[in-house]
C-alpha cells in the first residue's frame, strides 16, 4: 500500500493538549518530543534551570520550549481552563526542584486544582521509595552516581565521573515522554489503568546500568572504570577507542564474524594466530594489553577516514570520534534535513523521528487489545507485537512493551543467531554454566525476558512468507536491521500495511532508512562517536574517555522509538490508520544534546565539562576516607551552597573555599556518612556506588528496579525492567527469556492456523525449527 509522509502538524498526537510544569531539561524535554510528534503542550512559564552559561539559557529555553504555548504562572484562569480539558499534566518539580521550593509549592498548587481523573506524569530526580513524598535532593551528577553509572565511567586512578551537560536530565525526559504517550493511550482505552505516573532519573539511569552490567557481573567481568575502552572489551575484543593520524576512531566487534574482519583489515597479521588470539571473546578477557598495541600501530599510521573505509570494506563497526563540530557538519545529517536554523543562523537539533502512513484508510484488523486482562498492572494484555530486532536497543522496546502486558513474539533462527546469544557461556566462580551454547546467555536473558521464540529461517522465502503472515496479525513491528534489509524480503512497511493498515511498524537503524551512512553498520560506540558526545566525556579535551560501558546510544534509541511508537498507537486509536516510524538512533543522541550544540553553534566549540557544571556549584565528585570511595555533591542554589559552607566548616561567600574544605571534609569519612550529613541540610549528594548497591541497594529494592527470574539453565537471574511507576507500583518481568524456537508450533499453529503436518513440512525443508 502506498504512504505518505506525516507532518508535525499531522503527526499522531495531533488534538492531544498536554501543560507542563517544568523547571529543568527532563520535563521540557519531555514535552519537546510531544511536540515533535504533533500534541499540543501547553507550558506554564518557569526558569529552566540548566547547564549552560548564564548567557546562553535564554536560547536554551527557545530550543526546549520550540512550538509550545505559553502560560503564565499568574494567570490562574487560564491554567484552570486548560487542566480542565488536557489530556496529561507533566511536571519535574512536585517533591524538589533547584529554586528553593518555589517550582514545588507553584506545582502544588497547581495540581491541586487538576481533575483528579487526569494523568500526572511525575519526574524526580530521586526517590526513596514507591511512597508518595519520598523525594530526596538530587541533580543530575547525584543521581549519575547513585545509579551505579559513574562507577563505569573513567580512569581507574581518576574520579569517576558523570554524564555532562544535564545528560541524565534528557535521557529522563525521554522515558517520561514515552510514559506521558502510553498514559494518553490507555486513559482512551484502559478504564482504571491508572493516574499517579512516577519517574526518576535515579531509576533510568539504574535501568540501563542493568542492562548493560548483564554483559559484565554474570562472566565475572567487574563493573568499573577502565578507561577509554569497555571493561574486558565488554566481552569481545576489541571495544575501545583508538588514535589515528588525525584524532581517534571507535572500533566495536560483537562477534567473532566483524572481529575476523578486522584482522583481515590488518593483513591477518601472525599475532593474531597465535593461541587465543584467534577467538574475540578470550582476547578480550585474557590477552586485550597485548593487543592493544598492535591495533594503535595500525590505527596510528592511518587517518580516520582511512580506518573508516576499512571497516565497510571488510565488515567491522568503526566510526570517527567526532567532534561536535564535525558531528554537525556530517552529510549525512544534511541529507536527511535533521538540523534546523535559529533566528540567529544556529543549528539545532529538529526531529529524530520520521513518520509516514498508510495513504488511504481501509478497515484495519480488530486488534486484540486492550483484553480482558489489561488494567493497571498490565496495560499492554492483548497487544501484539512482532520483534525482528536483535542486540540491544530494539529488544530493550519490545521487553519494555512485554514488561507492560504485550504478547511479544521474537523471530530468530540459529543459523543467524541474536548476537546477544553469542556472548558465551556465563561463569559460576570461574566454571562455565553448563548447557546448549545459545541458552546461558544473561545478556539475552535481560533483553528478551518473558518474550515466546518463532524459529522462523528469514533468508528463505517460505520463510519471509511466514513473517509477512505474521505481521499481518500483529499491532505493532519493532525491528533494527540494517536498512534495506527487510525490503529485500518483501518485509518492508509497504508491504505489510497493505495486509494490515493499523499496523505500527518502528524501524530504528543507526542513521535512518536513508542517506550517503545509512548502511554502515555499528553498535553504542560507533553511534556516540559519530553523534560527538564521545568527545565530550573525559577529564579535559586531551583526556577523554567516551561512553564504552554505558553504551548510551542503544538504551536512548530505545526510550526514542517507545516514544513514537506509544504516540503512534494513540493516533492509530484516533483514525484507525498504522503508522511508520523511521528513527535514526544516531539522531536520537544529538537530540539530547542541546547544550553542547548550543555552545558549539554561539562560541565555535563546546568545552569537556568532566564534573563540573555551568551553574551549580559547588558540584564534583570527591575522595573519601577509604581507597577508591567517593561522594557526588551538588549545590544548586546560594541556599544549598550556604548549608554546605556550614556542614564543612567553611566561609559561606567563597565558592572556591567551600570546595576545598569539601574536599577535606570527605576525606576523612566514608561516603555514606558524608551523604547522609548533607542530605540532611537539604543538599544532593550520594555516594558512588558500584552494581551490586544500584541494583540490590535499599533505594533499589524499595524502588522494584529489579525482577528476579528463574531460567532453566541460568538458574536466578535479576532483571531489570522498565523504570516507570504508577499508582505506587512497577511492572516487574514475567518470566526469564524464551529457549530458541520453544513458541514455534504454538504460535503458528495459534496465530496463524497451521496445522501439525504443515508445520513438519516447513520444519523438514528447514524453515522453522
Known sequence: MPTRIVDRADGPLAGVEVLEISGRPSGAYCGRLLHLLGATVVRVSVPLVADVAPDLCADLEAVLHDGKRRLDPADAAGIEEVLSRCAAVVVDSRGDDAADGAVTALTARLLAVSPAGTPVIDIAGMRSSLADGSDVPSAPIVATAASGMSWGIGSPDRPPLTLP???????????????????????????????????TTTDVLSYYVGQIGANFLPYERPWKRDGARATMSGGSYPAAMFPCTDGWVSIMCRTQREYQGLLTALGNPEWSRRPGFDDSRIVARFHADEADPHLIAWTGTRTRGEVFAAGREHGFPVAPVNT?????????????????????????????????????????????????????????????????SWVWSGPMVTAALRDLGAEVLKVEHRVRADPARLRGRALRGGIPVEGPELEVTPYFNQMNHGKRSVAIDMTKPEGAELIGRLAAEADVVVENMRPGALHRRGLDYEALSARNPGLVMVSMSMLGQTGPLSGIRGYAPVMSGLAGLDSLVGYDADHLIGTFNPALGDPDGAGHALTALFAALVGRQRTGRGCYVDLSQVEALLSVLPGPILERETRGASRVPANSHAVFG????????????????????????????????????????????????????????????????????????????????????????GT?????????????????????????????????????????????????????????????E
Open 165 to 199: 551537560f544535564d545528560l541524565p536530565e534528557y535521557l529522563t525526559g525521554t522515558e517520561a515522554a514515552a510514559m506521558t504517550a502510553l498514559a494518553v493511550l490507555l486513559a482512551a482505552g484502559v478504564p482504571g489503568a491508572g493516574t499517579r505516573w512516577d519517574l
Open 708 to 768: 528476579v527470574t528463574e531460567h532453566p539453565w541460568l538458574g536466578e537471574q535479576t532483571v531489570v525492567t522498565v523504570p516507570w511507576k504508577v499508582d505506587g507500583h512497577g511492572f516487574p518481568a514475567a518470566s526469564a527469556a524464551p529457549q530458541l524456537g520453544a513458541d514455534t508450533d504454538e504460535v503458528l499453529g495459534g496465530v496463524l492456523g497451521l496445522r501439525p503436518e504443515e508445520l513438519a513440512k516447513l520444519r523438514e525443508r528447514g524453515v522453522i
Open 618 to 705: 559547588p558540584y564534583g565528585t570527591y575522595a573519601c576516607r577509604d581507597v577508591d570511595t567517593w561522594i557526588s555533591v551538588a549545590a544548586r542554589t546560594e541556599r544549598e551552597r550556604v548549608a554546605v559552607a556550614e556542614v564543612v566548616g567553611a566561609p559561606a561567600g567563597n565558592r572556591s573555599g567551600i570546595e576545598t574544605a569539601l574536599e577535606l571534609w570527605a576525606a576523612v569519612r566514608s561516603p555514606e556518612e558524608a551523604a547522609a550529613a548533607l542530605q540532611a541540610v537539604g543538599v544532593p549528594a550520594a555516594a558512588v556506588v558500584g552494581y551490586d548497591t544500584a541494583l540490590f541497594g535499599e533505594r533499589a529494592l524499595a524502588r522494584e528496579v
Open 324 to 388: 561536535l563540530s564535525e558531528a554537525l557538519d556530517e552529510e549525512q545529517f544534511a541529507h536527511r534535513r535533521f538540523f534546523e536554523l535559529d533566528s540567529r543562523g544556529r543549528r539545532r537539533a529538529g526531529s529524530p523521528f520520521q513518520l509516514s502512513a498508510p495513504d488511504r484508510s481501509e478497515p484495519a484488523r480488530t486488534s486484540g487489545w486492550p483484553g480482558t486482562d489489561a488494567g493497571t498492572k498490565q496495560p499492554l494484555a492483548g497487544l501484539r507485537v512482532l520483534d525482528l
